[in-house]
C-alpha cells in the first residue's frame, strides 16, 4: 500500500471487507508510520494508542493484516517477523550484519518479478524475494563487524 492509501484505515479496511475496529486501525498505523517494525514494537505502539490490547490481539490483526495483502510480512534470517506497509511493489530489502538495521531497495528491473530464474519448474512466478546483507553506514563509521563485533 501507498502511504496515501494509509490516510483513511478505516476505508481500507471496508474496501477489503473487514469490520473496522480500534486494533485495526491502531495497527495499522503503527505499520505504517514504524516501517520493519517487529510484532512486540507495533504491540508496543498500539498500548500507546488505544491502552490494553493483548499480545494475541495484536498478532491475529497482524495475521488477517498480511493476508489482505494491507501489510507486508518479511523475516531476513536470524530475525523476527517485521511488518511493513509497503505492498504495492516487488522491492527487496538491505539488511545491516550488526545492528539488524533493514531498508527497502527498488527491484533492480522495476517491475515484478525481477528476477527471472534459469528454470521456473513449471511455476508461475508472480514476486522475487531478496534480501542483501552487508553494514550499514552507521556501523562502518563505528568500525563494527557482524553482530555488533568491532574489527
Not at 473487514?18 to 491502531?26: E, G, P, Y
Not at 514494537?41 to 493476508?67: F, K
Not at 523476527?80 to 505492498?87: D, G, I, Q, S, V
Amino acid at each position: 500500500m501507498t502511504r496515501e492509501q494509509f490516510s483513511d484505515p478505516a476505508s481500507l479496511l471496508h474496501q477489503h471487507g473487514l469490520q473496522v475496529t480500534a486494533q485495526r486501525l491502531a495497527v495499522l498505523r503503527a505499520v505504517a508510520q514504524r516501517p520493519h517494525a517487529t510484532a512486540d514494537q507495533i504491540e508496543e505502539a498500539v498500548r500507546l494508542e488505544i491502552g490494553t490490547v493483548s499480545h494475541q490481539a495484536v498478532y491475529d490483526v497482524l495475521a488477517v493484516l498480511t493476508e489482505k495483502h494491507l501489510i507486508r510480512r518479511i523475516q531476513p534470517a536470524r530475525s523476527p517477523a517485521l511488518y511493513e506497509a509497503r505492498t504495492d511493489d516487488n522491492h527487496h530489502h538491505l539488511v545491516c550484519r550488526s545492528c539488524g538495521r533493514v531498508v527497502d531497495v527498488d527491484c533492480a528491473v522495476g517491475q515484478a518479478p525481477c528476477l527471472h530464474p534459469s528454470e521456473n519448474q513449471g511455476f508461475v512466478i508472480d514476486e522475487a524475494e531478496v534480501v542483501y546483507w552487508g553494514l550499514c553506514p552507521s556501523c562502518q563509521r563505528d568500525g563494527k563487524t557482524r553482530q555488533g563485533g568491532s574489527q
